[in-house]
């Protein structure tokens, strides 16, 4: 049983170091986004400002909070009974999520996955005038991302690497 034990110890311990060398990111981001409602026939598209706060739990793999704002909410327009009809959804997430990097030459490819708390708003407008302006129910939601982080000190760092090995 004190074998036991003392594996147990060791592998907290080990963890706790891995933690504490690891590395703190914060970065603020935009966002194109592009949505469509289950009540809509077509898609809209709206301009997102947020922030993460990552922490490098392994070379590969990043964990963190996210934050994210619509700053133009997707917007949809019709005619109903010869007035111009505009519904506007906007939302915000409080989140966590992670990334997993596949380490490449010059850029870094990854997928990052999150679970997070979604509030929003609906405005109902027709003709300019503001029909109902309400939020909504805020619900847990997932999102997904696959991008490539892309700088030039990485590309810098790239090159001096390569030719540091010749």
């Known amino acids: 049983m004190r074998y036991v034990q003392s594996i147990l110890v060791l592998l907290v311990l080990f963890a706790f170091a891995g933690f504490a060398q690891a590395q703190l990111s914060v970065a603020v981001h935009g966002s194109y986004n592009i949505s469509s409602f289950d009540n809509q026939e077509s898609s809209a598209s709206g301009l997102g400002l947020g922030?993460?706060?990552?922490?490098?739990?392994?070379?590969?793999?990043?964990?963190?909070?996210?934050?994210?704002?619509?700053?133009?909410?997707?917007?949809?327009?019709?005619?109903?009974?010869?007035?111009?009809?505009?519904?506007?959804y906007s939302q915000t997430l409080i989140g966590v999520c992670g990334k997993l990097y596949f380490p490449m030459v010059v850029v870094d490819p990854y997928a990052r996955v999150g679970v997070g708390y979604y509030m929003g708003n609906y405005k109902l407008e027709a003709d300019g005038e503001s029909l109902i302006d309400e939020s909504f129910k805020s619900k847990i939601g997932f999102n997904y991302t696959n991008i490539s982080d892309f700088t030039p000190q990485k590309l810098t760092e790239r090159n001096i690497g390569c030719a540091i090995e010749s």
Do not use: C, H, Q, W
């Open 51 to 88: 922030a993460n706060l990552d922490f490098t739990a392994l070379p590969i793999l990043d964990v963190g909070v996210e934050f994210d704002y619509m700053v133009s909410p997707f917007e949809f327009e019709g005619t109903i009974l010869g007035r111009t009809v505009t519904e506007k």
